[in-house]
């Protein structure tokens, strides 16, 4: 049901969603960032494959962490950066969204990255823009984060070798996670042989028997076997409502504690897309434990969006000439 | 009555009004406006030109839009830029506005761009700072917004060949508009062949007719075979006051709708300086039509601003080498 | 007592606290400055020695001025710069200070410049970071401003030949001055023949006896014979406490004016690490008067921190073929 990300030729034009993108552009994606991760490394970090080019960070709801990724994969790109919080701008003059956009893009403004509250909205500006602008979803309501859902998939992929031989487990508030729903999708679509989400009744939404997971309420029995444990943030506000007891009581039943982790593989890695609530939905034992992966996911952040931002704005051909 | 813009040389240093300017100059910098604009629509749209070179924006009221524009042009050129939001920085140390300037320009910053909610803040400005520094009025008070009326001059030439033959209707609240002066001064220094301007007479200046213009009050007489529909933003703060009715009936005396543009000729085209009220001033289907320049007006601002700093920082020499 | 901010092989990795270094790091910080002060004054303002090196603005204390010195001198050795106002990002998702700082060494960031209200902050952020990161002192409480003690010193040797044949005297609030300690310091480390501090005894702090200087309470007294003397900035917040009379007392007995300073040597420098209070405790005639090197302090300022950031991030190889 998603807009087409795709344009004629085939290639990746917009990012708003892991959903209709098929095996080979997720693997395509994983490899170039392969190659970005060992620039990131490197004295100089920084290819001039989008040099010239202008990236807008479109923010309608705060996230510095997520708008610094951005800014940093943009600036080892050599791109140009500008940063609107949409809040305090046009927006308080009474002009429309689309009428920002549109001033936008007649900037010559090259790739909006949007970030915003409302789900869909990500997808209803990409509906919009001009055919020489790409979208990329930076986060829409409860409905997708697909960057941060590759990120995690790279890190998968550096850590396990095969997709279809892994068990993974998703813990914690897959109601209202926009990760969560981006990462089922990424790794269904990668062949994950069983994905297992686990959470209270009162987290999980009713289409779960079509995403194709298998349900746990229990963290025993979810975790058994398992080569990959992903935690979600649980949001303070979802305390305040009726849905959950404390942040004590989440804990002791669905925060992952080094001995709830060790009825996992022994090898399995831990991930949390971050910022992450020491205490509540993971044990600081754990995330600063040997199993866990959760700064090599950021790490993985920039290398992952400079692959994404350089396949979108079409600089295959450059890419070769740089890189190889 | 304007500070001199002009070093002894005969060259641009500042750019502050219209006021004073001769049309050689106003046609230079639409010349190499030219120049800057194919730049625009290349895979990279970066010019080595202000390389090195310090722009600070001066903000003292806030406008995302003309600061994009700005840091969008300064960065084309290659300079760096550093906004200062002056109502939340040293301000609020009880420092002055002077001792501000002079400690930016001890950094070797070489450009202000001054937007300012009072009239003549800029040539203040212009007139305190030291002799390597250039100003640029970015829009201060009733007074002027002279890189607007530019890249509106811009636009009229890009679509009308000789100014001479040309009649252009100005229409909306001139007593209040920087934008309307500075364009009326410009057309007149470019010597378009009749300005008229229209509008209630709340909303005229005081010194209309020794500004050369033809007052209409009306709309059907007032666009009868113009070339040219200007239209300008209503400031919303104004229907609070005495001067105006409500924005309907504003829209229905001056709002320019397709019924009211079929007077003026059938090539004419119509511009908004932005953002617009959709309904106030103009129809949205006007403002979406196919006499509408409004976004390209958008795209020359980047040139226009390009081509203005270019030439205040002097690279003459530097600019033919590069762009020949 | 200072963290100790030299690498293993004599290496300037962090710069702290003026306390613990050596007089010939402190020249060469100074001989280095003196390189890169000369490229300030070129067409192009740039070297590219910090080349795809990220720098992190760590601003948990607002200051427009010291961001702005830092920012400035980051994008001049061409390094890429994030800016981060602590208080209204991540801290806000309750996320800690430790995970924070995690993250921006995750995604590969190579230098922290932190401002903190409190006293020690950027020392225990360089006590946690990884091996790779440098961490910069820009103002710490009461502690310590040493990159403005350098230009400091930076500016009195472009005036003065010999710091052994100096008297210096700095007037103030000595007690709360971070400046002041890092001065004394600097100075002390530099074998400055006489060190004055003129204060009323509220502003004076009760170790002044270990820090090797003269303590004077009488600006008569103090200034006799000085060749430099340094005003402090008032915070206006003392004066509501019950340390300070009204301004106006104070101006009057430790204000710097032209005759207080006619007791000084005549060809005495009058410096001041800004933003000025007029009338407080300089007047403006002292402040904009010929022996004032107020301005040039603040020139100073971007080449002598362009300094501490190249030998920080160790660039010493490259700085040579660059600037040779």
Known sequence: MSHNQLSANGHLQHFLSIEGLKRPLLTEIMDRAEQFSSISSQQVKKVPLLRGKTIVNLFFENSTRTRTTFELAAKRLSADVISLNI??????????????????????????????????????????????????????????????????????????????????????????????RSQIQALATLGVGEIRVIAPKTLLPSDCQTLGVHVYHDMEAGLKDVDVVITLRLQKERMAGALLPSAREYFQCYGLTEQKLSLAKPDAIVMHPGPINRGVEIASAVADGPQSVILEQVTHGIAVRMAIMSMALGSQAEHKEVLV
Chains 1, 2, 3 share one sequence.
């Open 87 to 180: 809040n305090t701008s046009s927006a308080s003059k009474g002009e429309s969204l689309r009428d920002t956009l549109h001033n936008l893009e007649a900037m010559h403004c090259d790739m909006f990255v949007v970030r915003h509250s409302q789900s869909g909205a990500a997808e209803f500006i990409a509906q919009h823009v001009a055919p020489h602008v790409s979208v990329i979803n930076a986060g829409d309501g409860c409905h997708a984060h697909p960057t941060q859902a590759m990120l995690d998939m790279f890190t998968i992929r550096r850590h396990k070798n095969h997709f279809p031989d892994l068990r993974v487990a998703i813990i914690g508030d897959i109601l209202h996670s926009r990760v969560a």
